[in-house]
C-alpha cells in the first residue's frame, strides 16, 4: 500500500496486520519511508500467509495506491506479480509506469469522490476495507481491530471509520476472489504482534537487564523507547544521555555496579562507542549493545537497512580485544540473540554487540509467542576474599570471580590499562600476554552449543549467510530444493567468537558454496575467508542496501548452471 | 576485611600499598592526603565508596586509595559514575578529573553531569597543562603559554570550570588548593555531603611543566565570604575573582537525579500481554 505522508499509509497496513494476526495468519510489514519527519511518500510492504514467514516475497500480488505522489520513489523496491492486481482511485490519475507493468488488471476505488460525499471518511479506511475483502478477512475482525485503534478518538470516529472500511469493501465486489486467503490453521496458544526492535527489547529483561542508557538514533530508537517504560516495571531504569560517548559509559558504571547493562543504537552511534568496548573488554565488564544497522558510511541511510557494520562490530577496535558479535536472523531471533548475548556478556565477563539491522528492528511481525529460554545473565561473583583479592586472577576457564562494590574486601581497581592479576597497572611484556591469553581463552573455550548457526539441510551445494538475510536464503534454498537440488542453508548466529571446529563440520563434503550478504564490498565473504576454509568453488552475491535481497534472486543463483 | 570490623576511621586506612607514578612535589600527593582524610572524617567503610576517574595524573588517583575504584577513558569518567550511582544510590561515588581530562575531551559529560545533577563528587585536579603527556596546553591554560604545541601559546582565553559549573546547574561550587590539604579535606567533606552534584576544583600544580605554579601558595586566599545560595550573587562573584578565591563558594538547592527505586512492580508476563493480540 502507498501513499503520500500523512495519507497514513503505515497506520492501514498495521492495522491489516492486526486483523489478519487475529484471525490466525502468520505475516509481516515492513515500512519503506523517506526521510522526511512528515510528508514525504511512504509504503506499507506487507506479507499474509498460512505458514510462518520472515522476509517479503519477490513480488506483490496486490498494491493499493492511495495516490501516487512520489510513488515512483519505490520503483525498485515494488515489483508487481505478472498480471498482479492494482487498487487505486481514478482521480489520483495513472500509476506511475514502474509500478503497473503490461497486464496489471486495475480495480477503480473511487476515494476522493467517496470522502466527499461522506467528509468523516478517511481515504486510507476505505482503502483498508478493500484490501480486507480482497484478502478476506472477516468483517467483524477488522471492525474489532478498528474500534481498537479509533476507541480513544470517540464513538463517533469509530462508526465513520467502520462505515468507510465497509463501503471500501463493497467497492470490490468485482474482484474474483484469488487473492483470498486460505484459512489459517487453528492457533496455538495467544497470537503475537511484534518488531524486531521490540523483540530485542523484551530479550534484553529476559535475560536480565535492568538498566539502560539511550541516545536517540535512527532505525534503533524503539528498541529504548520499548524499554524506558518496562524497564521501571522490573525494578530497572533507563537514563538518556547526551551522547553514545556518555550512554555506553553509564552501562559500563552500572555494570561495574553489579547490574546487567545495554545501550542500543545505530552505525554512528557504534562508531562513538568503540573506545568503551575496548575498556569493557580490558577491564572484563558484562554490556550488550545493540547495533541497528542502517545504510553507511557516515549518515547513510538511516532509515534503510545494510548489513555493512559488520567490518566494525568484528575488527573495530584497537589492540586485540576478543569479544562477542551474536546476529539476529529473524524478528522473533531478535529476542533470543538478545537475550542469549546478555546471558554470555554475564558470563563471559566480556561486552557483546547484538547486530540487528533496520530490515528486522522495524518489521512487525505476527507469530506464536516466543518460547521462553533458560537464559537469566548470572556472574560469577566474588565473596570470599584472598589478601590480597586477584580480580583478573589467572587460571581455570579465565572467568575470574568479580568483586561487586560494597562488598567488603573485594576493593579494586578496574583499569583500561594493562593490569596484574590484582588490576595493578604494570606494561610488562609477561602480564600483558598472560592478560590477551586470559580473555581470549574464557571466550574460546566456551561450550556455545547448537545456538551459534543456523544448520539445514543436506547436498554438496550450500548458502552461506547471516543475520536478516537468513530467513530469505531459507525460502530460496525451500524453493531450490523443490525442484530437486540439494541444498544446505548455513547462518552463523555467533559471528565472534569464530568457530573453527564447528564450521568445518557444517562445510564437510560442500563443493559449491554461495555467499549472499547485504553489503558493497563483500564484507561478510572477507570475513569468512579470513577465519574459515571455504570450498574452492565458493561465489558471492552482495549488493549494498537499501535495496532489499529477494528469495528469488537467492534462487537463481543458487540453480545457475547447477543441475538438479 | 570483614563485615564486622569497625569501620576505619584513620586516612591511612584509605590508602592502597599501590606507590604513585607522580613526580616528587606534585599536587596531586596532597590531594589524594585531603580525600583521605576526608574519607576518614566521614567515616565511610572503604568498600561503600567507589572512586571514578578518566586518564591522565589526576586520574590515576583510585589505585592509591583502599575504596573500590575504576580508572575508564580518557573523559569520560562522569557518565560512567552516574550509571553506577543511578544503580547504587547506597555507594558513595567520588569522580575524579584533571583540566584536560575534564574540561576539554570530557566537556560536554560535564555540562551534562551539572544538568543531571546525580548525587557525585567531582574533584578536578587543576594544573593548567597535561602532564602525561608532557605539556600541552588544556582548556585553562593561560593564552601566552609557551608549549612545543603551541609555540607562542595557543592565543586562545581559558575558560572558567566554575561560571560554568554554576551556569549548568551544578549544587555545589567550591575551589580548593591541594597545598592545603586540611582545607581541602573540609571542602571534600561538604562536597560529598551536599545532595546532588558537588563540583570541587582543586588547584594542584604540576612542578614539571610548570614551576611557575610554585608561587600559587602566595596568591591563594580564602574567600572572604560564606557560600551563597543565590545562582546570581555566586555568578557575579565567580566571575570577577581572581581565580585563587578558595572555598565552597555556591551551595544550591535542587533535588539530586535519581529514578525511582529499584521494586519490581510488575511481573514480567504482564508486560509481554502489550504484545497479544
Redesign the interface.
Known amino acids: 500500500m502507498v501513499g503520500s505522508g500523512g495519507a497514513g499509509v503505515l497506520t492501514t497496513g498495521a492495522m491489516l496486520l492486526q486483523a489478519a494476526c487475529a484471525a490466525g495468519w502468520n505475516g509481516l510489514l515492513t515500512r519503506s519511508v523517506g526521510p522526511q519527519i512528515r510528508g514525504g511518500e511512504a509504503a506499507a510492504l506487507l506479507r499474509l500467509a498460512t505458514h510462518p514467514v520472515e522476509c517479503l516475497a519477490d513480488h506483490v500480488d496486490l498494491l493499493v495506491g492511495i495516490d501516487w505522489v512520489s510513488a515512483q520513489r519505490f520503483e525498485s523496491e515494488i515489483e508487481l506479480a505478472p498480471g498482479g492486481l492494482i487498487v487505486s482511485d481514478p482521480g489520483a490519475g495513472p500509476p506511475p509506469p514502474a509500478l503497473s507493468p503490461s497486464g496489471a488488471r486495475f480495480i477503480e476505488l473511487r476515494l476522493s469522490e467517496m470522502t466527499k460525499a461522506n467528509p468523516a471518511w478517511r481515504a486510507n479506511m476505505i482503502a483498508l476495507g478493500a484490501a480486507a475483502q480482497l484478502l478476506g478477512l472477516d468483517e467483524r475482525d477488522l471492525a474489532g481491530v478498528i474500534r481498537l485503534h479509533f476507541e480513544a478518538k470517540g464513538a463517533d470516529v469509530v462508526a465513520a471509520s467502520v462505515a468507510a472500511a465497509q463501503a471500501g469493501g463493497r467497492a470490490m465486489t468485482e474482484a474474483t476472489g484469488e487473492l483470498r486467503l486460505a484459512r489459517p490453521a487453528q492457533a496455538n496458544g495467544k497470537r503475537w504482534l511484534i518488531t524486531g526492535n521490540e523483540a530485542t527489547g523484551l530479550g534484553a529483561l529476559r535475560g536480565g537487564v535492568r538498566f539502560a542508557a539511550a541516545y536517540p538514533i535512527t532505525p534503533a530508537s524503539e528498541i529504548l523507547e520499548w524499554l524506558a517504560p518496562n524497564l521501571p516495571e522490573v525494578g530497572g531504569s533507563l537514563v538518556q544521555a547526551e551522547d553514545e560517548l556518555a550512554s555506553i559509559n553509564m552501562i559500563i558504571g552500572a555494570s561495574y555496579g553489579g547490574v546487567p547493562a545495554l545501550t542500543a543504537t545505530s552505525g554512528p552511534g557504534l562508531s562513538l562507542m568503540v573506545e568503551a568496548l575496548g575498556l569493557a573488554t580490558a577491564a572484563e565488564i558484562p554490556i550488550v549493545v545493540v547495533d541497528v544497522m542502517r545504510g553507511g558510511p557516515s549518515t547513510g541511510i538511516p532509515t534503510k537497512s545494510e548489513q555493512s557494520d559488520l567490518n566494525i562490530a568484528v575488527y573495530g577496535m584497537h589492540g586485540d580485544a576478543p569479544h562477542l558479535v551474536i546476529a539476529p536472523q529473524s524478528v522473533t531471533d531478535c529476542l533470543l540473540a538478545t537475550q542469549w548475548a546478555t546471558f554470555l556478556a554475564e558470563t563471559l565477563q566480556t561486552p557483546a554487540i547484538v547486530l540487528s539491522d533496520q530490515s528486522l528492528g522495524q518489521t512487525q511481525a505476527a507469530v506464536s509467542r516466543p518460547a521462553d529460554l533458560a537464559f537469566i545473565g548470572e556472574r560469577l561473583r566474588a565473596t570470599d576474599f584472598a589478601t590480597p583479592y586477584l580480580r583478573y586472577a589467572l587460571g581455570g576457564s579465565g572467568v575470574s570471580p568479580m568483586a561487586i562494590p560494597g562488598t567488603a574486601g573485594g576493593q579494586y581497581t578496574a583499569d583500561g590499562l594493562t593490569h596484574t592479576e590484582r588490576g595493578i597497572p604494570t606494561s610488562s611484556a609477561r602480564e600483558h600476554r598472560a592478560q590477551l591469553d586470559k580473555r581470549r581463552e574464557k571466550i574460546e573455550r566456551y561450550a556455545y552449543g547448537a545456538l551459534w548457526a543456523t544448520l539445514e539441510g543436506e547436498g554438496d551445494a550450500a548458502v552461506i549467510t547471516w543475520g536478516s538475510l537468513t530467513g530469505v536464503a531459507r525460502e530460496a534454498v525451500a524453493r531450490a530444493r523443490a525442484d530437486g537440488h540439494r541444498v544446505r542453508l548455513i547462518a552463523p548466529r555467533l559471528l565472534l567468537p569464530t568457530r573453527a571446529d564447528e564450521m568445518a563440520a557444517a562445510l564437510d563434503g560442500v563443493k559449491r558454496l554461495l555467499v549472499v550478504e547485504q553489503t558493497h564490498s563483500a564484507q561478510f565473504h572477507r570475513f569468512l575467508r579470513a577465519h574459515y576454509t571455504l570450498p574452492q568453488e565458493t561465489s558471492v552475491f552482495h549488493r549494498p542496501g537499501p535495496l532489499p535481497i529477494r528469495p528469488g534472486e537467492i534462487y537463481r543463483q543458487l540453480t545457475a548452471g547447477a543441475s538438479p | ?3 564486622t ?1 569497625p569501620l576505619a576511621c584513620k586516612p591511612g586506612d584509605y590508602k592502597s600499598q ?1 606507590k604513585p607514578i607522580w613526580c616528587p612535589g606534585c599536587g596531586d600527593y596532597h590531594v589524594l592526603m585531603a580525600l583521605t582524610r576526608a574519607l576518614a572524617a566521614l567515616g565511610l ?4 565508596i ?3 576517574s578518566g586518564i591522565g595524573c589526576s586520574s590515576r588517583i ?2 592509591y586509595t ?8 580518557h ?2 569518567s ?11 544510590p ?2 558513595t561515588v567520588i569522580v575524579a578529573s584533571g583540566d584536560g581530562d575534564g574540561y576539554s575531551i570530557g566537556g ?2 560535564f ?2 553531569a551539572c544538568r543531571r545533577n546525580v548525587d557525585l563528587t567531582y574533584l578536578v585536579m587543576d594544573n593548567h597543562i597535561y602532564g602525561m603527556t608532557k605539556g600541552q596546553p588544556s582548556p585553562t591554560t593561560e593564552p601566552d603559554f609557551d608549549t612545543a604545541l603551541t609555540p607562542g601559546g595557543t592565543g586562545v582565553r581559558p575558560f572558567n570550570p566554575l561560571v560554568i559549573a554554576l551556569a549548568s546547574g551544578a549544587n555545589f561550587v567550591a575551589r580548593a588548593y591541594a597545598g592545603n590539604p586540611r582545607e581541602t579535606a573540609d571542602i571534600i567533606v561538604s562536597a560529598v555531603r551536599h545532595p546532588g552534584f558537588s563540583f570541587v576544583e582543586i588547584l594542584s600544580p604540576c612542578v614539571t611543566y610548570r614551576p611557575d605554579q610554585r608561587a600559587w601558595k602566595e596568591r591563594v586566599h580564602t574567600a572572604p565570604v560564606e557560600a551563597t545560595d543565590d545562582a546570581a550573587r555566586a555568578a557575579r562573584r565567580l566571575m570577577t575573582d581572581d581565580g585563587f578565591n578558595l572555598g565552597v563558594l555556591f551551595r544550591g538547592d535542587r533535588h539530586p537525579f535519581q ?2 527505586a ?5 511481573d ?1 508476563a ?3 500481554k502489550g ?3
Open positions: 576485611m570483614n563485615a570490623a599501590i567503610p572503604p568498600e561503600r567507589a572512586v571514578i583510585p589505585a583502599n575504596c573500590y575504584g575504576f580508572h575508564g577513558v573523559g569520560r562522569l557518565p560512567l559514575a552516574a550509571g553506577l550511582k543511578i544503580v547504587r547506597d555507594l560536554n559529560h555540562l551534562h529514578p525511582a529499584a521494586v519490581a512492580r510488575a514480567r504482564d508486560l509481554e504484545f497479544e493480540i
